[in-house]
């Protein structure tokens, strides 16, 4: 009972530790006032304005263009990177699977000077592509850890029992192969799609005049004060990913 | 079916972007500089000298502090939370999860900014001290190393948490079972099994708080505001403002051996991917 009581407490300090800036985040986005601090009366006058803004919906734009290019080029070659090294002898596997680690275990900021310093020594302008370039380079890898395991569990003797009922080999990979390795990779989507989407370290030293994403935007406010815009913008965001959230959840009850 | 020519794609990416990047930083590290400060492909170790001064040691140690601190302080708080999330029942532990991912799909530099608002002088937190009378003025808590600090852990906990997790669910509790019938107390149970088991995932959660940390610049930029200049903040620094590029390639090429370093130290056990979020 005692244990209860005391598991209960401590699961809740931790949660209110992760959830107060949060909340207060949500609060000020109703907040009346253009500063924070002191609560002037309730509004909804910063999500009329948001939509008006251009400026952050021009950011918004660009970091889900940046995020949905990424992030399907990156499963395009990370799936098919994860079918060559599942085929591979054990020491040429060992040697890509390490490059393929780089940047998992690099720092974001080393990543970031590194493209810059590339992306200037090939006199590259900086922009949209070099943004996505970086962005899909330290994605791929993700992808091909999501895929891997699935192309480990995968039965080889399925494939070889559609090439004998007759199906073409392209059939078969389409109709047998991919829908086992499916869920891994969709892992490997959202993985790169989430991370493209957070991103702001290897964005800002990658993005050029002119694009910005909606986390080199906020970086740039923070030194004045957030528009209390954005808090509109990101409740209304953390309240798609919690109802996006629940939908899946109630979807794996369903068919489980 | 050969599949080789499948790995070309990715291959040829990863020399572009990936490794030709890194051989650039770490030649320019040792490039010499002109009197305009461009670079001079002459060989010199002078940028590995510069940081041997007292300033730049310095950064490093706090970096690596701060870093130590927040992993232990993770690692503190962490590994209870991931044993009540594991021994949760079935039922509430799915949404108990998702409300404990939730927060990492909030934008974080959005998330590090609203502890700026908890931590001011009028902060939420000043203002409820004040009017219960526990203290008269305000606290400077902002722009503080403990504001870093708190920033840090706050930012990494979920990445310890979520390995140890995983980990601890995959017990199997047959074996808890049968070290209290084998007359172990639970205190006993804990350190003789259910630790060592889980000691792969607490490896790969120091891994993956320890790392950002050491890195980062972005919060102490925002909760240091200046005041905690760390080994990230250099970088940027060095590339953005001071336009010394041949000096911040060569303390990302020191970020990079600390790091190589540190992996080895932990052993390159097998670190259980991330991929449980889902």
Known sequence: MVKDILKKSYSFLIYLFLYLPILLLILYSFNDSKYRGNWNGFTLRWYKELFNDTSIMTSLYYTFIIAALASIIATIIGTVTAFAINKMKPKSKTTFLNITYIPVVNPDIVIGVSLLALFTWLKMTLGLTTILIAHITFTIPYVVLSVLPKLRQLNPHLEEAALDLGASPLYAFFKVILPEIMPGIVTGALFAFTLSLDDFIVSFFTTGSGISTLSIKIYSMTKRGVSPKINALSTLMFLGVLILLLLIEKRTKKSK | ?278
């Open chain 2, 1 to 278: 079916m050969k599949k080789k020519w499948l790995s070309i794609p990715y291959g040829i990416w990863a020399i572009m972007f990936t490794i030709v990047p890194l051989l650039l930083i770490a030649i320019y590290s040792f490039c010499s500089r002109s009197a305009y400060g461009q670079i001079v492909y002459k060989f010199t170790l002078d940028n590995y000298v510069k940081f041997m001064e007292p300033i730049y040691i310095n950064v490093l140690i706090t970096s690596l502090m701060l870093a130590l601190k927040s992993t232990i302080i993770c690692f503190l708080l962490g590994y209870p939370m991931a044993y009540i999330l594991s021994r949760s029942d079935i039922k509430k532990r799915n949404l108990m999860m998702l409300l404990f991912v939730l927060p990492l799909w909030t934008n974080t530099l959005l998330r590090t900014y609203a502890w700026m608002g908890i931590l001011r002088e009028q902060g939420v937190i000043n203002q409820v001290l004040m009017f219960l009378n526990i203290i008269d003025t305000p606290l400077k808590l902002l722009y503080t190393d403990k504001a870093v600090l708190l920033g840090m852990v706050y930012n990494f906990l979920p990445f310890m948490v979520l390995p140890i997790y995983s980990v601890l669910s995959k017990i199997e509790y047959n074996l808890i079972e049968a070290s209290s019938d084998l007359g172990a107390t639970s205190f006993h149970t804990f350190r003789k099994v259910i630790l060592p088991l889980s000691l792969p995932g607490v490896v790969s959660g120091i891994t993956m708080v320890f790392m950002p940390c050491v890195s980062t610049f972005v919060i102490s930029d925002l909760l240091g505001g200046g005041q905690s200049i760390l080994l990230g903040n250099l970088i940027q620094n060095q590339f953005l403002v001071a336009r010394n590029w041949q000096f911040g390639s060569a303390i990302s090429m020191i970020m990079m051996v600390i790091i190589i370093v540190s992996m080895k130290i932990l052993g390159n056990k097998d670190r259980e991917e991330g991929g449980k979020l889902w």
